[in-house]
């Protein structure tokens, strides 16, 4: 049995490599793994003389701290691009920058799920991240001064997900990062726009940005700040925030360039059903083609920007979204409210003539024959056998005489039943084999 101090070994990034990818262990022959590095067998080395390591190295949960000889991570990790170590115990960035510092070719690295809340990255470390252009921290508690500097020394990082960090705040930073493309940054407390502000000035090249489960409460800049802050965004998630007015809406299409918007759970459309908030938005926003994921059609914009006119018509101007509205005024006009329509059952009533009675009987003309005729042999007490039913225009059977309703599954309203028409219900001869089945 292992001693209680195994339970505390320290595992580092050396070991943990050595284990899982080494030939003993590697669920793959000689010869079909991703990637083959050869290696000596130094004094006291913990690996062996040849390792199977893909170029994407995933070594998530495995209780990494430490990182173990450098020059072991740069003999078998010359050819590794992309490094998953979430849900590890990594504490240091030290220890990090080590791991990093000796693989060369670096392009992805997730560093989820440790916990790196209060430590520092020292300066003269952070230049073995240049090479990165993903960067995942999310649930790290990193601090803002780390992201700053990391994303100082990371010229070519594009993708950067900071998701789960607890920020109730955006630190701005003296210097920008052009490159960045995509910023996630859900599930934080950020609630007031100027921490976007912030984000938008440094940086600058964003094309995408995730916002979303943070409670923002506003859009607060106007026209001219919109337009230089986010001069490249063509995408933003604002998934339950806490907007509640329509100009923080209308003011989004001072964004120049944006063409994606996802906008579910705002407090502003929860009295409306699921179709009006999509028309209310997109009569909003005219340079939106793709919303909540869904794309956008001539059509379906052309109805929405009605909707929003007879919407806001029908409120006397409450809460009318002023520039918008007179805009989509002017290019349809005032609009009549649309008339409307009983989409309910219609129901008529007949004579129904059974042997030596008539009785007026409602009939709901979506129902079918088959139905139909149940209703009417429970309601007249019509005997066990089965029976025959014949329509009877009143109108035209002294020209066509009477139809015979042959087909259960027919709807009534395709014979053209009107008021006053008759059904005539005939018994069916006992002698039919039919007569047990038919109902």
């Known amino acids: 049995m292992e001693s209680s101090s195994d339970e505390e070994e320290v595992h580092t990034f050396v070991q943990v490599v050595s284990h899982k990818y080494n030939p003993d262990n590697f669920p793959y022959s000689r010869g079909q793994g991703l990637g083959i590095v050869l290696l000596p067998t130094p004094p006291g080395s913990p690996v062996k003389d040849r390792l199977f390591l893909p170029s994407v190295l995933v070594l998530n949960d495995c209780s990494v701290s430490k990182a173990g000889s450098g ?23 030290a220890e990090v920058s080590t791991i990093v510092s000796n693989i060369p070719n670096l392009d992805f690295l997730n560093l989820s799920m440790n916990p790196l809340c209060g430590a520092h990255l020292e300066p003269d470390l952070a230049p073995c991240f240049s090479g990165l252009r993903r960067l995942v921290l999310i649930n790290t508690h990193i601090s803002w001064s780390t992201v700053h500097t990391l994303t100082r020394h990371t010229p070519q990082l ?18 920008q990062c052009p490159s960045l493309r995509l910023l996630q940054i859900t599930e934080n407390r950020l609630q007031l726009w100027a921490h976007v502000r912030h984000l938008g000035l440094m940086y600058p090249g964003l094309s995408s ?55 579910k759970g705002l407090p502003l459309l929860e009295p409306h059903n699921s179709e009006e908030r999509r028309s209310l938005l997109l009569a909003q926003l005219p340079s939106v083609l793709l919303l909540n994921g869904s794309a956008v059609s001539e059509g379906e914009r052309e109805d929405a920007e009605r909707f929003f006119i ?14 918008r509205y007179h805009i989509l005024v002017s290019k349809y006009g005032e609009l009549a409210p649309l008339a409307e329509v009983d989409l309910s059952p219609r129901c008529i009533t007949v004579e129904v003539v059974w042997e030596e009675r008539v009785e007026l009987v409602g009939l709901g ?19 066990g056998q089965g029976v025959r039913l014949f329509y009877i225009d009143r109108d035209m059977c002294s020209v066509l005489g009477p139809e015979e309703m042959k087909c259960g599954t027919r709807a009534l309203h395709s014979y053209g039943i009107r008021d006053g028409d008759q059904i005539l219900v005939v018994p069916r001869a006992k002698s039919r084999s039919s007569s047990s089945s038919e109902q």
């Open 71 to 93: 020059s072991d991570i740069a003999t078998f990790c010359a050819h590794v691009v992309e490094l998953d170590l979430s849900y590890n115990q990594l504490r240091d960035w």
């Open 158 to 175: 594009e993708e950067l997900f900071l998701c789960l960090n607890g920020f109730s705040a955006v630190e701005r930073a003296s210097w």
């Open 209 to 263: 940005l995730v916002l979303a489960n943070n409670r923002l409460l506003s859009v607060d800049d106007h026209q001219d700040a919109l337009t230089r802050l986010f001069p490249n965004l063509r995408s933003i998630n604002l998934n339950n925030s806490g907007l509640s007015r329509w100009d923080d809406i209308e003011r989004l299409n001072f964004i120049p360039n944006l063409e994606e918007l996802k906008a």
């Open 310 to 323: 007879r919407y806001f018509q029908e409120r006397g101007g409450h809460e009318l979204p002023q520039r």
């Open 365 to 383: 003309l979506e129902q079918t024959v088959s139905e139909l005729k149940k209703q009417l042999k429970s309601r007249l007490q019509v005997p």
